[in-house]
């Protein structure tokens, strides 16, 4: 199945793009290619770009709080299992704090690296990373990997905090959801959305041999769905058919 996420709000499209970026950073990370360790650093500077907005680390915070409150409010129930929920508390508990201690803007101690900020400032410039740009960036290349690995690793223990806060900011909203089959007549699905409650995330899964494209669009009354296909054109046609997918909806 391919699985297609759609925000139901600026925030969590934040969020979503920043775990995108987080986990491309990582496999990155782990290769040893200077090419590789080239989009890694790419990679730290666009994450410190989507998270330098004032309201970043205050946005990530009151989302933990907002979920320690409600799974205290579970305490004494007998359909919940205490051990679990004093684990999951404590998960939040522990990347609260992390967070919080972090001073200043995710990556703030990255922008007193001059070399680093020699990058930043050629990387979005087309070929402007040459060796005759940047000599020194491109002697690193040429260090042996596990030096690179070292290197990153060092520079990204900045970001982590606010990577483990989102993954698991993401996990709980994910798991919030239970998945339900529905069909599409004609290509097109629409519903309403309950009143009194706040989605934050849809989940679409879809079987790929269909090779059918889903077009998603929502607010906090209604979502649409409207499957489309690449044609030998190479642009996107409505499909037309009956088609069935997953759908998920997530608090």
């Not at 596990?146 to 994910?174: F, Y």
Request: net charge negative.
């Amino acid at each position: 199945m391919i699985l297609y996420e759609y925000p139901f709000n600026e925030r969590v499209r934040t969020y979503l793009r920043l775990e995108h970026l987080f986990n491309r950073l990582s496999d990155l990370m782990s290769r040893a290619d200077p090419m590789d360790h080239h989009f890694a650093i790419q990679s730290i500077f666009e994450i410190m770009d989507v998270a330098s907005r004032a309201d970043m680390k205050s946005d990530v915070l009151k989302d933990i709080d907002r979920h320690r409150i409600q799974l205290n409010s579970y305490r004494g129930n007998p359909a919940i299992s205490e051990k679990v929920l004093d684990e999951v508390i404590g998960q939040l508990d522990n990347s609260f704090s992390q967070l919080n201690a972090m001073a200043g803007k995710t990556g703030q101690p990255l922008t007193e690296n001059d070399w680093l900020m020699a990058i930043r400032s050629r990387i979005g410039i087309p070929g402007g990373t040459c060796e005759f740009d940047l000599p020194a960036y491109f002697h690193w290349q040429h260090q042996a990997p596990q030096r690179r690995q070292a290197d990153l690793q060092r520079w990204v223990q900045t970001l982590v905090p606010l990577a483990e806060a989102i993954a698991l900011l993401m996990k709980m909203m994910r798991d919030s959801g239970s998945p339900h089959k529905v069909v599409a007549p004609g290509g097109q699905f629409q519903q309403n959305l309950p009143q009194g409650r706040t989605y934050q995330l849809l989940r679409l899964a879809i079987d790929p041999r269909l090779e059918l494209i889903p077009e998603i669009s929502g607010n906090r009354l209604m979502l649409s769905v409207r499957l489309l296909r690449l044609g030998d054109d190479e642009r996107l046609h409505p499909a037309g058919e009956d088609a069935a997918f997953e759908l998920t909806l997530c608090t």
